[in-house]
């Protein structure tokens, strides 16, 4: 069950960090979901180094840290795959 829940986490986040940063991103939606994965797991540690991992109640701050982690890994994301696949989309 753990897998499935860090998917839909990483999903929602991917998701938010792609409505947030403007523009157009191009990867795909699988990579996005990793993305959002990534960028959960990137801050739960960062809410761990701060000392707020573990609340009472809706852990607000740590769903902040990850949320913007997600956004800076789905930003950087994108552009490494822009580099990487972008000539190539456009060509076919």
Do not use: C
Request: glycine letters at 14%.
């Amino acid at each position: 069950m753990g897998w499935l829940w860090a998917i839909i986490v990483g999903f929602v986040l991917g998701l938010l960090a792609k409505a947030i940063i403007p523009g157009k991103q191009h990867s795909p939606l699988w990579l996005t979901t990793i993305f959002g994965m990534i960028g959960a797991v990137i801050g739960n540690a960062i809410a761990r180094g701060f000392g707020v991992a573990e609340t009472r109640g809706i852990d607000w701050t740590r769903h902040v840290f990850q949320l913007v982690a997600a956004i800076v890994i789905v930003y950087l994301g994108d552009k490494a795959y822009m580099a990487m696949w972008g000539n190539r989309r456009q060509r076919a």
